[in-house]
Antibody, heavy 120, light 107 residues
């Protein structure tokens, strides 16, 4: 059974950092592309970042480029999102999502989400 | 970036009704479109891919169509569990983008 479990969310001050994790089971991270998608309170879905199956290619939304970094640990089957220089507008529920493939990134499995609140 | 526009933004319907939601892309995306259902406080649930292919386990009351720039999601015989927010997503190119959502409410 495929499962994705996010952790690491919380309250952080503007300018601060946070590292999100997504522990996956039921499949191997090295075999699938993964993305982070966020949802601000009461708003729609916004894609944030993606990593290819090989891990060699990483893409970011313009809104987070230069501040967020996607990575993974194959040994623990865990995806990460390092978030630096956080802003109020980064406040959202962050979901990790498994893509069917890198070239056709629609998402067949999602985690339950972790809430990030950026506020002083 | 490819912009996705859904209409309507909200929709009221009754149990047993059939409804259609539209999604329009700002440029042609062939059939690289997916649909998701989201209930309050829950993660999105994957419904349809390649505009009209039903994900395994999704009831046949859901159907999708379209190609190029115009797409539709149709839900027939609405049941209480179908009242949720629906999103389209284009995966023709990065950055993938979502429509703003259509909230389906009980009349």
């Amino acid at each position: 059974e495929v499962q994705l479990l996010e952790s690491g969310g919380g309250l952080v001050q503007p300018g601060g950092s946070l590292r999100l994790s997504c522990a996956v089971s039921g499949f191997a991270l090295r075999s699938y592309s993964m993305s982070w998608v966020r949802q601000a309170p009461g708003k729609g879905l916004e894609w944030v970042s993606a990593m290819s199956e090989s891990g060699d290619t990483k893409y970011y939304a313009d809104s987070v480029k230069g501040r967020f970094t996607i990575s993974r640990d194959i040994s623990t089957n865990t995806l990460h999102l390092q978030m630096d220089s956080l802003r109020a507008e980064d406040t959202a529920v962050y979901y990790c999502a498994k893509a069917v493939s890198w070239s056709r990134p629609f998402f067949d499995f999602w985690g339950q989400g972790t809430l990030v609140t950026v506020s002083s | 970036d490819i912009q996705m526009t859904q209409s309507p933004s909200s929709l009221s319907a009754s149990v047993g009704d059939r409804v259609t939601i539209t999604c329009r892309a700002s440029q042609g995306i062939s059939n690289y479109l997916a649909w998701y259902q989201q209930k309050p406080g829950k993660a999105p649930k994957f419904l349809i891919y390649y505009a009209s292919s039903l994900q395994s386990g999704v009831p046949s009351k859901f159907s999708g169509s379209g190609s190029g720039t115009d797409f539709t999601l149709t839900i027939s015989n609405l049941q209480p569990e179908d009242f949720a927010t629906y999103y389209c997503e284009q995966y023709y190119s990065y950055p993938v983008t979502f429509g703003q959502g259509t909230r389906l409410e009980i009349k």
